[in-house]
T-cell receptor
Framework: RKEVEQDPGPFNVPEGATVAFNCTYS??????FFWYRQDCRKEPKLLMS???SGNEDGRFTAQLNRASQYISLLIRDSKLSDSATYLC??????????????FGKGTKLSVIP | GAVVSQHPSRVICKSGTSVKIECRSL??????MFWYRQFPKKSLMLMAT?????????EQGVEKDKFLINHASLTLSTLTVTSAHPEDSSFYIC???????????FGPGTRLLVL
């Protein structure tokens, strides 16, 4: 089973639409959770952290369900500039004395005019 | 926000040569830096964890003699791809963990093409 699993998409949505991405992770001892955004041929950039209580940043809402080991990202009122690959990232103990980030393969979003 | 730089941003080299990539944290100290590799349409894969003043920890399947890592200061880690081959062509991204708050910042990446 993959450590962090995401639907690769692509999700093609019109401007203004609401779109949701899901992610599951296998390591129940994972400590912290993030959504990163990666544009084509660029490095990943932190979009937002994900907390158990759910958190919102403008048009973006992230949710975490530790019991189900499930993370989600909701984007409302999609903009053309939201087109990117969204990476689900989990920080967990690597069994060798430290914590490390594990990345999902990403979900590709294309917002269409 | 914190900035991590990488140099060079892209490099083309002949098979058999060695390539050194530098990763610098510009306004914070990083006891720990990470080196990732990303092939087209694949996820970022951690290659190794670089610790200042000690040996790097390599992930399974990553040859430590081929990918030499040196973390000589709290702001600089280098990755040297020795005797590069076409299959080493990839996007190499470093990341630095701020020693104060543990936040991890990514460099802009180095695109390596081995002919």
């Amino acid at each position: 089973r993959k450590e962090v699993e995401q639907d690769p998409g692509p999700f093609n949505v019109p401007e203004g639409a609401t779109v949701a991405f899901n992610c599951t992770y296998s390591n129940s001892a994972s400590q912290s959770f993030f959504w990163y955004r990666q544009d084509c041929r660029k490095e990943p950039k932190l979009l937002m952290s994900v907390y158990s209580s759910g958190n919102e940043d403008g048009r973006f809402t992230a949710q975490l369900n530790r019991a189900s080991q499930y993370i989600s990202l909701l984007i409302r009122d999609s903009k053309l500039s939201d087109s990117a690959t969204y990476l689900c990232v989990v920080n967990g103990y690597n069994g060798a004395g430290s914590y490390q980030l594990t990345f999902g393969k990403g979900t590709k979003l294309s917002v269409i005019p | 926000g914190a900035v991590v730089s990488q140099h060079p941003s892209r490099v083309i080299c002949k098979s058999g040569t060695s390539v050194k990539i530098e990763c610098r944290s510009l306004d914070f100290q990083a006891t720990t830096m990470f080196w990732y590799r990303q092939f087209p349409k694949k996820s970022l894969m951690l290659m190794a964890t670089s610790n200042e003043g000690s040996k790097a920890t390599y992930e399974q399947g990553v040859e430590k003699d081929k990918f030499l890592i040196n973390h000589a200061s709290l702001t600089l880690s280098t990755l040297t791809v020795t005797s590069a081959h076409p299959e080493d062509s990839s996007f190499y991204i470093c990341s630095a963990r701020d020693s104060l708050d543990e936040t991890q910042y990514f460099g802009p990446g180095t695109r390596l093409l081995v002919l």
